[in-house]
């Protein structure tokens, strides 16, 4: 609601629903709202919904607005991966959008951020492996993790824990399979080769990334340089270095750390942060109705 807020969109009513009410809970634009429990019959009415309830609340009561027509931004990984469904990052596959869409999940918010910083490269001189490992903030495990972590609570205080979601017969997390498989499918490259391996570590918020990649094409140092300046949801740190705390709160994925790793030309490394609660997740869904709006396909 508070990136709906600053970027100012058109929006004539708004309301707000968890799983419990909450009387006054929330401000937009200065005014109080109650949190109303959700159900399909309160949210039908609305042209546009953003879900942020996890995958139980997007199961329930997506179906029913998908078959109203009503355009739903859902920011949990139930739909990510379904046929026809575009995955989008504005900035980098708004091709994918057609006329008759509805329904558009939020990539998972590593993926996003990764896809962001990989995108440039992609366009440069193409993609051909890639390898990451994060460094993510506890925010991204929920409101009650991070109270938890406040309290010094939980495994994750004075510690990094090399597991997001359950591990499965291949020694893979659920967190490092999303990163994966959306990765491919937001940068339109199926074939990708991609490993991840995924590390919830003491941060509060912004997940940093350290991506090991190779080009197609050979190409340098200046030029991938170059294509980070020109893009605008990047910010290029060509020398020095960039932490989470300075990129909290901030939409930008910062990539800092580019350099060869041989003199092949095709393989560099670099390490990129961005705010996973804002780029990962709310302002790319606020994006995504903003490209819907620029296209004429909700009013
Ligand atoms: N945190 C991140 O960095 C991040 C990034 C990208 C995507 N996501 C995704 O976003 C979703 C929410 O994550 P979160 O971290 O914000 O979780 P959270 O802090 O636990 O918040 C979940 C919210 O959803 C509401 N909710 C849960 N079940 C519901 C239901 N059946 N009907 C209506 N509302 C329900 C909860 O309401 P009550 O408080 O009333 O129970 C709460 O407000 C998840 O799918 C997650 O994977 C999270």
Known sequence: MRVLEERDLPIERIGAFASRSRPGAVYFRGVALDVEPASPERLRDFDVVFFAGGEDASETLVPALEKRGVVVIDNSATFRMRDGVPLLIPEVNAGAVR???????????????LCTALAPIRDLAGLRRVHVASYQAVSGAGRDA??????????????????????????????????????????????????????????????????????????????????????????????????????????EVHVARLRPTDASGHRFSLFCVGDQLRKGAATNAVQILELLLEKGLVR
């Open 99 to 113: 006329a008759e869409h509805r329904l558009f999940p939020v990539g998972n918010c590593t993926a996003i951020i």
């Open 146 to 251: 991070l109270d938890a972590f406040d309290r010094g609570e939980g495994a994750v205080v004075r510690n990094v824990v090399p597991k997001i979601g359950e591990l499965d017969a291949n020694g893979e997390s659920g967190e490092e399979r999303k990163v994966r498989d959306e990765t491919r499918k937001m940068l339109g490259l199926p074939e990708l080769e991609l490993s991840a391996l995924c590390v919830r570590v003491p941060v509060r918020t912004a997940h940093s990334e350290a991506v090991f990649f190779e080009t197609e094409r050979s190409t340098s140092l200046a030029e991938l340089a170059a294509a980070f300046e020109r893009a605008s949801s990047i910010v290029f740190h060509r020398s020095g270095i960039v932490t989470p705390r300075e990129v909290e709160g901030t939409d």
